[in-house]
């Protein structure tokens, strides 16, 4: 997948001191699926009203030198009525070539470039699941994943200090190993 690689810093020429920078997308995949609908046929009996619970989370790996694997994990509770009508959750994964970046930078390309590669593609897929289910379509709205990084750095920094989390921290982004994004929450998704 050739034309997907991207030069980070296509203005400096070679031998100009600076390290070759590359990200690219070798492959992108699911590695999980899950979708139950536990009361059905019942549901379909019922008026559709349904109360959406959707998180997200994601991790990385090293997989070899310059390459890493990426897994974001999209989960979608629907209940009505405190009966679950369907639970749906894709681990929607990928293969990313990432060379000449480091520490902080690296962080922030495995927790805000990647996730942001492989979200329409898990959004795509509940989507999907969800409609051979039988019910409406789940269209879940974009993430800013640069936002929820954001509010974990903030949310660790606070806690490092004094013990206490920021007041304009967002409550949806919780702390977590630096190969695990903090994008776990309780957002409504309709």
Known sequence: MAENDQQLNPAAQPGEG??????GVQRV????????????PDVFRRQYNPQVNFSINNRSNKVDDGLYEVVLR????????D???????????GIFEIRGIEGDQLEQVLTIACPNVLFPYGREAIDALVTRGS???????????????????????????GGQPATDSA??????????SPADGGSDAH
Not at 29 to 40: L, M, R
Not at 74 to 81: N, Y
Not at 148 to 156: E, R
């Open 83 to 93: 009966k679950t009508v369907f639970l749906v959750e894709i681990e929607q994964a």
């Open 135 to 161: 019910f409406p379509a789940l269209l879940l709205a974009p993430i800013n994943f640069e936002n929820i990084y954001l509010q974990a750095k903030q949310q660790q920094q606070a806690q490092t200090a």
């Open 171 to 180: 409550p949806a982004a919780d702390a977590a190993p630096a190969n695990e």
């Open 74 to 81: 999209l989960t979608a509770d629907v209940k009505q009525e």
């Open 18 to 23: 600076q390290s070759d920078q590359r990200f």
């Open 29 to 40: 995949y699911v590695k999980d699926v899950s979708f139950e609908a536990p009361d059905t």
